[in-house]
């Protein structure tokens, strides 16, 4: 349910930006209540493991209180999201189209990751396995959209100010990735 919740969250940010009717409230809300499940969830498992004597349980508990963690990063690197696409609004200004399709693309990315981790009949091996290649994608695509950036900045497409609420965008998706490995690994081991 959480990890839904920040895919959403994920989801919804670039189409706040492009005007599909999500806005930076409501994405914020959605964080809110990330948040509050995953308090609830760090609750439970608190008082659980105080009771849990063998080791094995002990360690599903800890591998569920790391994952709660890292699905309440995503959303709130979401949010980040939103909040740098919400400024380029106020602020009226705009990515060109191939800063746009970037995003998109790493959001697509992102994603198609979240799909595998919610999938609940896979193996665990193939999920981790997967999930280890999307996240290879998003670091590499990180690193080429950079790039590309840079090379708007030379060329005169690309204002400071857009390219360092584009670079922010970047690193967001790009622990996205990171904590998305981390929930993947949490399940194979």
Do not use: P, W
């Not at 806005?23 to 609750?43: C, F």
Request: with cysteine; net charge negative; hydrophobic share 35%.
């Amino acid at each position: 349910y959480m990890l839904a919740l920040a895919r959403n969250n994920v989801s919804n940010a670039l189409g706040m930006y492009l005007g599909n009717g999500v806005t930076y409230d409501a994405i914020h809300e959605q964080e809110r209540l990330v948040d509050k499940v995953n308090k609830e969830i760090t609750a439970y498992i608190t008082k659980a493991m105080i009771h849990e004597n063998n080791e094995e349980g002990a360690h599903a508990f800890t591998e569920y209180f790391s994952m709660a963690s890292d699905i309440e990063r995503i959303s709130d690197h979401a949010l980040n999201i939103a909040g740098y696409l919400k400024t380029l609004k106020e602020k009226d200004l705009h990515f060109s189209e191939i800063a746009i399709e970037e995003i998109g693309l790493m959001q697509k990315t992102c994603n198609d990751m979240f799909d595998v981790l919610l999938h609940e009949e896979q193996k665990y091996d193939i999920m981790y396995e997967t999930v280890s290649v999307y996240e290879q994608q998003i670091d590499d695509m990180t690193k080429e959209y950079r790039n590309n950036m840079f090379e708007r900045i030379r060329s005169g497409s690309c204002s400071d100010e857009t390219s360092v609420l584009f670079s922010q965008i970047l690193t967001d998706f790009e622990r996205i990735g990171d904590h998305a490995l981390n929930i993947a690994e949490e399940y194979y081991y």
